[in-house]
């Protein structure tokens, strides 16, 4: 029933040095930059009001260390999960597309058709990961029903519940924004995903990395 509804506030973690290098990070554990902080810092301040029952985050430091700023704000402990992580990318991971591009043209050729089975750099194929993050997100809301939770993942972590909330296959081409430090918003029932709200960033007005202190 929908009282019993999951509320999930899905995040993507705030930027990284390799986000704005366009080098693709997948497991490699990289921390937020600056800039990164500042944005996590923000939405934790938009959040403020929210009342969280809990806050999941991958185990990766980008998105712990976004999650940690929501958890300081809300008084809550962090859940890790490792079912969270992005997707892992094997050997192209610190590579930037064009490099990919260049070195592997074959391989991101299939990549940006979007093969379902297809092990991009030998790491996960887009269906094994979307069933893993997925698995992780369903975990999480069972556990709260009719309570609002907080999720931070990443980027292909939120694409992954856009689609499974909005019934578009996992090979479509995107249209759709995965912001660092955005707020979207689903409802989950034992029945699946709905869309609520999407890439909200209005907290993060003004903010840039110009602003920021190295």
């Known amino acids: 029933m929908l009282e019993q509804a999951t509320r999930v506030v899905l995040i993507r973690h705030g930027e990284t040095a390799w986000n704005r290098a366009t080098r693709i990070q997948g497991h490699t554990d990289i921390p937020l930059s600056s800039l990164g902080l500042a944005q996590a810092e923000r939405l934790a301040e938009a959040l403020a009001d929210e009342a969280l029952a809990a806050i999941y985050s991958s185990d990766l430091s980008r998105a712990r260390q976004t999650a940690e700023a929501l958890g300081r704000a809300q008084g809550l402990a962090i859940h890790l999960d490792a079912g969270l992580r992005e997707r892992a990318f094997g050997r192209f991971e610190g590579m930037s597309w064009e490099e990919i ?27 094994v990961f979307s069933a893993r993050c997925l698995a992780a997100a369903r975990r999480a809301a069972a556990a709260h029903p009719g309570q609002s939770i907080a999720l931070v993942a990443h980027g292909g972590v939120l694409d992954c519940l856009y689609r499974a909330a909005t019934q578009v296959a996992l090979d479509a081409p995107r249209s759709w924004q995965l912001g660092n430090a955005t707020i979207n918003r689903l409802l989950a029932t034992p029945e699946g995903f709905t869309l609520v709200g999407w890439n909200d960033d209005r907290h993060l007005a003004g903010l840039s990395a110009d602003d920021i202190a190295a």
């Open 101 to 127: 591009d260049q070195g592997y043209p074959e391989d991101a050729a299939r990549w940006r058709k979007r093969e379902p089975d297809f092990p991009v750099g030998g790491g996960e194929s887009l269906n």
